[in-house]
């Protein structure tokens, strides 16, 4: 099963940015679609962005359109979460997800994705 570990979190001011990692060592992730997702205290977990196997597609939930970009660097099995103008509302464990298989789309069921990994605390203060 693939294990992911993701990093980059941390507390930065409103309008900062952070770019969290989600490396997948020794697996070829051209064969997993991945996502993102959050969740802050209370509240259910969601789907922030996704990218789907070879990164053809990508998806973004509309509070983070035109502010966080996801990327893959298939030849270093890692994904990342570039995350710009950050807001308090931002504020939440990041979890990275995958699901395994070749798709040309990507979801925002968590229930779909088959490994996922610890999370990363992200506070954006003001």
């Known amino acids: 099963q693939l294990q992911l570990v993701e990093s980059g979190g941390g507390s930065v001011q409103v309008g900062g940015s952070l770019r969290l990692s989600c490396p997948a060592s020794?697996?070829?992730?051209?064969?997993?679609?991945i996502g993102w997702f959050r969740q802050a205290p209370g509240k259910e977990r969601e789907g922030v962005s996704c990218s789907s196997s070879r990164g053809g597609y990508t998806n973004y939930a509309v509070s983070v359109k035109g502010r966080f970009t996801i990327s893959r660097d298939n030849a270093k099995s890692a994904v990342y979460l570039l995350m710009n103008n950050l807001k308090p509302e931002d504020t939440a464990i990041y979890y990275c997800?995958?699901?395994?298989?070749?798709?040309?789309?990507?979801?925002?069921?968590?229930?779909?994705?088959?490994?996922w990994g610890q999370g990363t605390q992200v506070t954006v203060s003001s």
């Open positions: 997800a995958a699901l395994s298989g070749l798709q040309n789309w990507c979801t925002f069921h968590p229930d779909e994705y088959d490994s």
């Open positions: 020794g697996f070829n992730l051209d064969f997993y679609t």
